[in-house]
């Protein structure tokens, strides 16, 4: 990285780390695939692609969407590299890449999910009555 001199000197020697900070192509790799997180039911039908195979029906049917938006959803997921295709006869599956960046973001999502949403044993211990 090029050397630059900050205007301000506040101390924190900033300049050393540039030597180490991703190019800037590098970042946008990085926020193209964060740009699929944008809606929920892309989230989910990743989720759900890093647990399983499946084909378009049945995930369809599996977040309650139509076809056509799933279609699109994965049609989205595939471009940016988060999951993969493969066709048998007439079918195509879909299932999540096998990754580095895959499964650090399915990991993401998973611990995301764990500590903002209150989990049903949590909720039920908390409404069970307890005194």
């Known amino acids: 990285m090029q050397q630059?001199?900050?205007?301000?000197?506040?101390?924190q020697l900033i300049e050393q780390n540039l030597d180490h900070m991703p190019k800037t192509e590098d970042f946008q790799i990085v926020a193209d695939i964060f740009k699929q997180l944008c809606d929920g039911s892309r989230i989910r039908i990743f989720w759900l692609l890093c647990h399983c195979e499946?084909?378009?029906?049945?995930?369809?049917?599996?977040?309650?969407?139509?076809s056509p938006a799933v279609s699109h959803h994965l049609?989205?997921?595939?471009?940016?590299?988060?999951?993969?295709?493969?066709?048998?006869?007439k079918e195509v599956y879909y299932k999540a890449a096998d990754t580095k960046?895959?499964?650090?973001?399915?990991?993401?999502?998973?611990?995301?999910?764990?500590?903002s949403c209150p989990s049903n044993s949590h909720s039920s211990n908390s409404q069970g009555g307890e005194a």
């Open 4 to 11: 630059c001199s900050l205007p301000h000197d506040h101390g």
């Open 54 to 66: 499946e084909c378009v029906i049945n995930l369809s049917s599996l977040v309650d969407m139509n």
């Open 75 to 89: 049609r989205q997921l595939k471009n940016s590299g988060l999951i993969v295709s493969r066709r048998d006869g």
């Open 101 to 115: 960046q895959v499964q650090l973001l399915h990991q993401m999502i998973e611990k995301m999910v764990e500590i």
